[in-house]
């Protein structure tokens, strides 16, 4: 079954501090899609990034980059020198090929404080 | 270009009235999706349809219907409202060409059941 795990509920960091939010997941398929998004204040949902399940290059984006590791079902995300604009809550997501992408897991979140 | 569309943003109801949420979109995508978001349980996917007149039920169906008459359109029903279902709602879609499965939200729609 498919599972998506968020173990961190809350993080707290300084500015310019270096976060990293953990994704651990759970899928029987090896054709499998993975997912952020964040979540800031004012309640919108914004996509960041996808990969899929052959390709565990890691993924640079600005200040933003992803630890794709399928040995260990993981996907974390790392914010660089983070600000206060990072402040969000931010969701890992897996969806399965074999379901055409409809039965998306969401986990349950981590939500990211930035303190100036 | 506006994207994925949800109204009404707030809305408070009665036990027992019911209403209708609409989700529209202009992307041309195949796929729509109800979820709600409730503190600390991430998303739950209520119900989702592949195609213009197909639904089918998510993981937390109970108590709620859906519609999907036109491509552009995806309405979520409470026929009978319960303070159980007060939480944010959230539509979304995602096409199926190029078999990304990346979802685009609407803005939410905030609902309390008194």
């Known amino acids: 079954a498919q599972k998506v795990t968020q173990a961190q509920t809350e993080i707290s960091v300084v500015e310019k501090e270096d976060v990293t939010l953990d994704c651990v997941y759970e899928t029987r398929d090896t054709t499998y899609y993975l997912f952020w998004y964040k979540q800031p204040p004012s309640g919108e949902l914004v996509f960041l990034i996808r990969?899929?399940?052959?390709?565990?290059q890691n993924e640079i984006s600005g200040r933003y980059s992803w630890n794709f590791q399928k040995s260990t079902s993981s996907f974390n995300f790392t914010i660089t020198a983070s600000q206060v604009v990072d402040s969000a809550v931010y969701f890992c997501a897996l969806s399965e090929a074999w379901t055409g992408g409809f039965k998306t897991i969401f986990g349950a979140g981590t939500r990211l404080f930035v303190k100036a | 270009n506006a994207g994925v569309t949800q109204t009404p943003k707030f809305r408070v109801l009665k036990t027992g009235q019911s209403m209708t949420l609409l989700c529209a979109q202009d992307m041309n995508h195949e796929y729509m999706y109800w979820y709600r978001q409730d503190p600390g349980m991430g998303l739950r996917l209520i119900h989702y349809s592949v195609g213009e007149g197909t639904t089918a039920k998510g993981e937390v169906p109970d108590g709620y219907n859906v519609s999907r008459l036109k491509k552009q359109n995806f309405l979520l029903g409470l026929e009978s409202a319960a303070p159980s279902q007060t939480s944010v709602y959230f539509c979304?879609?995602?096409?199926?060409?190029?078999?990304?499965?990346?979802?685009?939200f609407g803005p939410g729609t905030r609902l309390t059941v008194t």
């Open positions: 990969r899929n399940s052959f390709d565990e």
């Open positions: 979304a879609s995602s096409s199926i060409r190029g078999g990304t499965y990346e979802q685009y």
